[in-house]
């Protein structure tokens, strides 16, 4: 079965980075369009990063130019570096598979939470 397991979440002063990681097994990793989504309390779980099976990215517009996603399909890795974290990307991060192994629309699309089936249980981040 699919399961993906988040980890590099912690506590970081405003300004600092930090890099998340999330592990697949169980799914043929490289045709997958991959996603990083974030929740915070009292909020709704919105996409933060995506990225599709030939490598083109996507970001919400408030963590252009400060994260950066990236899909290693050698070791069914993907990554999420984080820098110049702000008190407001404080939330409970999570990556997610899109089972859609056919889709070729715009990558923009893979923000919607709605196209995920797999999910991790998720890492958080906490900014100060």
């Known amino acids: 079965h699919v399961q993906l397991v988040e980890s590099g979440g912690g506590s970081v002063q405003a300004g600092g980075s930090l890099r998340l990681s999330c592990k697949a097994s169980?799914?043929?990793?490289?045709?997958?369009?991959m996603g990083w989504f974030r929740q915070a309390p009292g909020k709704e779980r919105e996409g933060v990063a995506a990225?599709?099976?030939?490598?083109?990215?996507t970001y919400a517009d408030s963590v252009k130019g400060r994260f950066t996603i990236s899909k290693e399909n050698a070791n069914n890795t993907l990554y999420l570096q984080m820098n110049g974290l702000k008190p407001e990307d404080t939330a409970m991060y999570y990556c997610?598979?899109?089972?859609?192994?056919?889709?070729?629309?715009?990558?923009?699309?893979?923000?919607?939470?709605?196209?995920?089936?797999?999910w991790g249980r998720g890492t958080q981040v906490t900014v100060s």
């Open positions: 169980g799914l043929t990793y490289s045709a997958y369009c």
């Open positions: 990225v599709d099976s030939d490598g083109v990215t």
């Open positions: 997610a598979a899109d089972p859609d192994l056919s889709y070729t629309g715009p990558v923009w699309l893979l923000l919607a939470k709605i196209r995920y089936n797999y």
